[in-house]
T-cell receptor
Framework: SQQGEEDPQALSIQEGENATMNCSYK?????LQWYRQNSGRGLVHLIL?????REKHSGRLRVTLDTSKKSSSLLITASRAADTASYFC??????????????FGSGTQLTVLP | NAGVTQTPKFRVLKTGQSMTLLCAQD?????MYWYRQDPGMGLRLIHY???????AKGEVPDGYNVSRLKKQNFLLGLESAAPSQTSVYFC???????????FGNGTRLTVT
């Protein structure tokens, strides 16, 4: 089963508007990461937020983390057509072994209309 | 600086055939991973490696084998391909177990 689940599955907005995507997860995490995937390409890391952080910014990106609700949100401000992509959250867990693994959600498809 | 390079980019196999997917990274990362991506399923971890000579099973390891003979290379093998293995395969690497992943651009595999 998926550890992280993004919501909504698809989002369509006009250029210049803000886009908000949410991620919910089930178990305790060490950190949560957001990635972007353009069509036909690999995932690209956007931002990492640790479990003891509540908010983080990177350019037009703002990520929040609420560990009590086991949820995170990614806000893209002043969106551009080039922001059209799939966005994934990934949670860093600790399985029974010594190595931690990232578990990905199924993603939000963002379309920014010019 | 190439990052993570995957070969081939596309491949079509018949059921029962075998193949090896190659992944190379030039960032001196200890950790390497193989994921598969299917529509509506996100990415699922197949196998991973925490260093040269080590491998470990991920979430969906059945039907796949891996090897990490050199630190920079991580090979994914399919011994007897099945249609259920039709997918896009991504290799990734990271500096540490909690660090951001660097992905290759994927291999699209079709098994008929």
């Amino acid at each position: 089963s998926q550890q992280g689940e993004e919501d909504p599955q698809a989002l369509s907005i006009q250029e210049g508007e803000n886009a908000t995507m949410n991620c919910s997860y089930k178990t305790s995490i060490n950190n949560l990461q957001w990635y972007r995937q353009n069509s036909g390409r690999g995932l690209v890391h956007l931002i990492l937020i640790r479990s003891n952080e509540r908010e983080k910014h990177s350019g037009r990106l703002r990520v929040t983390l609420d560990t009590s609700k086991k949820s995170s949100s990614l806000l893209i401000t002043a969106s551009r057509a080039a922001d059209t992509a799939s966005y994934f959250c990934a949670t860093a867990l600790k399985p029974r072994g010594s190595a931690r693994q990232l578990t990905f959600g199924s993603g939000t498809q963002l379309t920014v209309l010019p | 600086n190439a990052g993570v390079t995957q070969t081939p980019k596309f491949r079509v196999l018949k059921t029962g055939q075998s193949m090896t997917l190659l992944c190379a990274q030039d960032m001196n990362h200890e950790y390497m991973y193989w994921y598969r991506q299917d529509p509506g399923m996100g990415l699922r971890l197949i196998h991973y490696s925490v260093g040269e000579g080590t491998t470990a099973k991920g979430e969906v390891p059945d039907g796949y084998n891996v090897s990490r003979l050199k630190k920079q290379n991580f090979l994914l093998g399919l011994e007897s391909a099945a249609p259920s293995q039709t997918s896009v395969y991504f290799c990734a690497s990271s500096y540490g177990s909690l660090s951001p992943l660097h992905f290759g651009n994927g291999t699209r595999l079709t098994v008929t």
